[in-house]
C-alpha cells in the first residue's frame, strides 16, 4: 500500500501533499439481560488526501485505490481555488520525515480468542449483575477493532501502524418500585484482551452501585467545597481545560486565543496539566498522529501558568508552536481536527483520607456522566456522591451536576491528590462550525487524581 499511495503523490505539483489508507475491522457482541441481541462483523476501506498549494489546504476523501489519482486532483484544485479565492496563507511548521512500522503488542492478543469464548465472557458479567434481585437488566456490549492505517507523504514520510482496541462496556440498570436508576461500566479499551479478564469485583461493585443508588437523594443547590474522585477530575480537565488548548481554533479565533495566552495563570503553582499520547495501556496512546507526527507529552499547564497548546502542523505554523502529534479523525471519511491523547491532571501530594476527613462540611463526588463547554464555561453531571460531615461521609447524592468559569473553579483547587489514575472509558465527540460534523474518536483518554475545589456550583439534573 505504501508504495500505491506513494504513486498518487505524483499526481500533483502541490508544495506538500499526503495519502493515508485505512483498513477496518470491527466486531460487536450486544447483550441485553440474558439474551444476546447482536453478533456482527464489519469491515471498511478507505483514504484520504490533502494538499497544500497556492496557500490553501484541501482534503479528498477515496473508497478505492484506484480512485487515488483522482482524489489527488481534487485536492489540488480545491486547495488553489481555496488560496486564490480566499486570501488564505496556509502552511506546515517543519517535521523530519519518519519512516516507521508499528505493530499492536498485547500480552493476549483479542484476535487469539474465539468468539464463543468473548460471548461467554459477556453473559458471565452480565449473569453476575443481575443475581442482585434489584437489578433488572444489563446492556452490555463487546467491542473489537483492528484498524491498520498507511500514510505518506510528500516529504518522504512512509508509516503504517496497526492499531487493535478491544473493552466491553454498557449500563446496569436497577429498579425499585417506579424508581429506576442506572450505572455506566466499562472495562478494558486497550489492544489487550487480558484487562477484561477476572473483572468480577468490579463488576459486582457496578451492580451494587446501581442498587445503592436507587436510595439516593438529589442534592440542594448551592455553592459547595467539593472532592472530585479521579474519574469525574478527570472528565473535568478534559471538558474544562482540553478543548480550550485544542489549537485549530486558536489561528482563527482572535477573542479565544486572547483568553487563554502562554504564560496565563489558571491554578495554583502545584496544578500540572499533560497531554500525552506516549502512556503504555492508556485509552488514548498511539504512535502516530494522521500527518505522520508522532504522539507526545504535551505539558499544557506547568505550575498553573499555561505553557503549550496541543498542535497540528498547520496550527503550530500559526502559533509559531510545534507540532504535538494530536492531528487526527475518526475515520478517512471525516478532516482530522487537533484532538486530545490522554489528558490529566499530574499527581499531587495529598492523601485522599486526609483530604475527606479535614474537610468540615461540603461534598465528595464520583464518576462522570459528560458535559459540554462554552467559551469560559462548564457543565457537566457526576454519577453520584455523599454529602461530607465534619470530615464523614454521609447520605449518597444522584442527579448531580457542576457548573461555572473554567478559570474561576480551575483557581479554586486548593488541594490534589496522590491518587493519580486513567479512566477505562474513553472517547470524544467535536465538532467544528465551519466543517458542520461531529467526529466521535475513540483513542481519547483522561486521568487525574481526586482533586478539592472551593465555591463551586452544584445543581440537580
Same mark, same amino acid.
Given at each position: 500500500?505504501?508504495?500505491?499511495?506513494?504513486?498518487?503523490?505524483?499526481?500533483?505539483?502541490?508544495?506538500?501533499?499526503?495519502?493515508?489508507?485505512?483498513?477496518?475491522?470491527?466486531?460487536?457482541?450486544?447483550?441485553?439481560?440474558?439474551?444476546?441481541?447482536?453478533?456482527?462483523?464489519?469491515?471498511?476501506?478507505?483514504? *484520504?488526501?490533502?494538499?497544500? !498549494?497556492?496557500?490553501? /489546504?484541501?482534503?479528498? +476523501?477515496?473508497?478505492?485505490? $484506484? %480512485?487515488? =489519482?483522482?482524489?489527488?486532483?481534487?485536492?489540488?484544485?480545491?486547495?488553489?481555488?481555496?488560496?486564490?479565492?480566499?486570501?488564505?496563507?496556509?502552511?506546515?511548521?517543519?517535521?523530519?520525515?519518519?519512516?516507521?512500522?508499528?505493530?499492536?503488542?498485547?500480552?493476549?492478543?483479542?484476535?487469539? *480468542?474465539?468468539?464463543?469464548? !468473548?460471548?461467554?465472557? /459477556?453473559?458471565?458479567? +452480565?449473569?453476575?449483575?443481575? $443475581? %442482585?434481585? =434489584?437489578?433488572?437488566?444489563?446492556?452490555?456490549?463487546?467491542?473489537?477493532?483492528?484498524?491498520?492505517?498507511?500514510?505518506?507523504?510528500?516529504?518522504?514520510?512512509?508509516?503504517?501502524?496497526?492499531?487493535?482496541?478491544?473493552?466491553?462496556?454498557?449500563?446496569?440498570?436497577?429498579?425499585?418500585?417506579?424508581?429506576?436508576?442506572?450505572?455506566?461500566?466499562? /472495562?478494558?479499551?486497550?489492544?489487550?484482551?487480558?484487562?477484561?479478564?477476572?473483572?468480577?469485583?468490579?463488576?459486582?461493585?457496578?451492580?451494587?452501585?446501581?442498587?445503592?443508588?436507587?436510595?439516593?437523594?438529589?442534592?440542594?443547590?448551592?455553592?459547595?467545597?467539593?472532592?472530585?474522585?479521579?474519574?469525574?477530575?478527570?472528565?473535568?480537565?478534559?471538558?474544562?481545560?482540553?478543548?480550550?488548548?485544542?489549537?485549530?481554533?486558536?489561528?482563527?479565533?482572535?477573542?479565544?486565543?486572547?483568553?487563554?495566552?502562554?504564560?496565563?495563570?489558571?491554578?495554583?503553582?502545584?496544578?500540572?496539566?499533560?497531554?500525552?499520547?506516549?502512556?503504555?495501556?492508556?485509552?488514548?496512546?498511539?504512535?502516530?498522529?494522521?500527518?505522520?507526527?508522532?504522539?507526545?507529552?504535551?505539558?499544557?499547564?506547568?505550575?498553573?501558568?499555561?505553557?503549550?497548546?496541543?498542535?497540528?502542523?498547520?496550527?503550530?505554523?500559526?502559533?509559531?508552536?510545534?507540532?504535538?502529534?494530536?492531528?487526527?479523525?475518526?475515520?478517512?471519511?471525516?478532516?482530522?481536527?487537533?484532538?486530545?491523547?490522554?489528558?490529566?491532571?499530574?499527581?499531587?501530594?495529598?492523601?485522599?483520607?486526609?483530604?475527606?476527613?479535614?474537610?468540615?462540611?461540603?461534598?465528595?463526588?464520583?464518576?462522570?456522566?459528560?458535559?459540554?463547554?462554552?467559551?469560559?464555561?462548564?457543565?457537566?453531571?457526576?454519577?453520584?456522591?455523599?454529602?461530607?460531615?465534619?470530615?464523614?461521609?454521609?447520605?449518597?447524592?444522584?442527579?448531580?451536576?457542576?457548573?461555572?468559569?473554567?478559570?474561576?473553579?480551575?483557581?479554586?483547587?486548593?488541594?490534589?491528590?496522590?491518587?493519580?489514575?486513567?479512566?477505562?472509558?474513553?472517547?470524544?465527540?467535536?465538532?467544528?462550525?465551519?466543517?458542520?460534523?461531529?467526529?466521535?474518536?475513540?483513542?481519547?483518554?483522561?486521568?487525574?487524581?481526586?482533586?478539592?475545589?472551593?465555591?463551586?456550583?452544584?445543581?440537580?439534573?
Amino acid at each position: 500500500m505504501i508504495q500505491i499511495l506513494k504513486s498518487g503523490l505524483s499526481h500533483t505539483d502541490g508544495i506538500y501533499s499526503e495519502a493515508r489508507f485505512e483498513n477496518s475491522e470491527n466486531l460487536t457482541v450486544r447483550m441485553t439481560g440474558s439474551k444476546i441481541a447482536e453478533v456482527s462483523h464489519n469491515n471498511f476501506k478507505g483514504g *484520504i488526501t490533502r494538499v497544500l !498549494k497556492d496557500g490553501g /489546504l484541501a482534503y479528498t +476523501s477515496f473508497s478505492n485505490p $484506484e %480512485n487515488l =489519482k483522482d482524489a489527488m486532483k481534487n485536492s489540488e484544485k480545491s486547495a488553489s481555488i481555496l488560496g486564490k479565492h480566499t486570501g488564505l496563507k496556509e502552511s506546515l511548521a517543519a517535521y523530519k520525515p519518519v519512516k516507521d512500522n508499528v505493530k499492536a503488542t498485547p500480552e493476549i492478543d483479542p484476535r487469539t *480468542i474465539s468468539l464463543e469464548e !468473548k460471548v461467554e465472557l /459477556l453473559k458471565k458479567y +452480565s449473569a453476575l449483575c443481575m $443475581e %442482585n434481585p =434489584k437489578v433488572q437488566t444489563t446492556n452490555l456490549v463487546y467491542q473489537e477493532t483492528v484498524n491498520n492505517e498507511t500514510f505518506v507523504n510528500s516529504e518522504g514520510s512512509e508509516i503504517s501502524q496497526e492499531i487493535l482496541l478491544c473493552r466491553i462496556a454498557g449500563t446496569i440498570i436497577s429498579r425499585d418500585g417506579n424508581r429506576i436508576e442506572q450505572v455506566r461500566i466499562s /472495562l478494558g479499551f486497550d489492544e489487550d484482551f487480558g484487562k477484561l479478564l477476572n473483572r468480577e469485583d468490579i463488576v459486582e461493585k457496578r451492580a451494587g452501585l446501581a442498587v445503592d443508588l436507587l436510595n439516593a437523594e438529589s442534592p440542594n443547590e448551592g455553592l459547595y467545597t467539593v472532592i472530585c474522585d479521579p474519574d469525574l477530575a478527570g472528565i473535568f480537565v478534559h471538558e474544562a481545560f482540553g478543548h480550550l488548548s485544542e489549537s485549530d481554533h486558536l489561528a482563527s479565533n482572535i477573542p479565544i486565543r486572547e483568553m487563554i495566552p502562554i504564560g496565563k495563570v489558571i491554578g495554583p503553582e502545584y496544578l500540572n496539566i499533560i497531554d500525552d499520547a506516549t502512556i503504555p495501556g492508556a485509552p488514548g496512546t498511539y504512535a502516530y498522529d494522521h500527518e505522520g507526527v508522532a504522539g507526545s507529552r504535551t505539558s499544557v499547564v506547568t505550575n498553573g501558568v499555561i505553557s503549550d497548546y496541543i498542535c497540528s502542523r498547520n496550527s503550530a505554523y500559526h502559533l509559531d508552536r510545534k507540532p504535538t502529534g494530536n492531528f487526527r479523525s475518526s475515520d478517512y471519511r471525516f478532516s482530522p481536527f487537533v484532538r486530545m491523547s490522554n489528558i490529566f491532571i499530574d499527581q499531587g501530594t495529598c492523601n485522599v483520607d486526609e483530604m475527606i476527613s479535614n474537610m468540615p462540611d461540603g461534598l465528595y463526588l464520583c464518576g462522570g456522566k459528560g458535559g459540554q463547554t462554552l467559551g469560559d464555561l462548564f457543565t457537566f453531571g457526576a454519577a453520584y456522591g455523599y454529602i461530607v460531615k465534619n470530615g464523614k461521609l454521609g447520605k449518597m447524592l444522584t442527579n448531580l451536576n457542576i457548573s461555572g468559569n473554567i478559570f474561576d473553579t480551575m483557581g479554586n483547587i486548593v488541594e490534589i491528590g496522590s491518587n493519580l489514575r486513567f479512566s477505562e472509558w474513553g472517547g470524544c465527540g467535536k465538532s467544528r462550525a465551519e466543517f458542520y460534523n461531529i467526529q466521535m474518536l475513540s483513542k481519547s483518554g483522561t486521568g487525574s487524581p481526586s482533586i478539592k475545589i472551593n465555591n463551586v456550583i452544584v445543581g440537580g439534573n
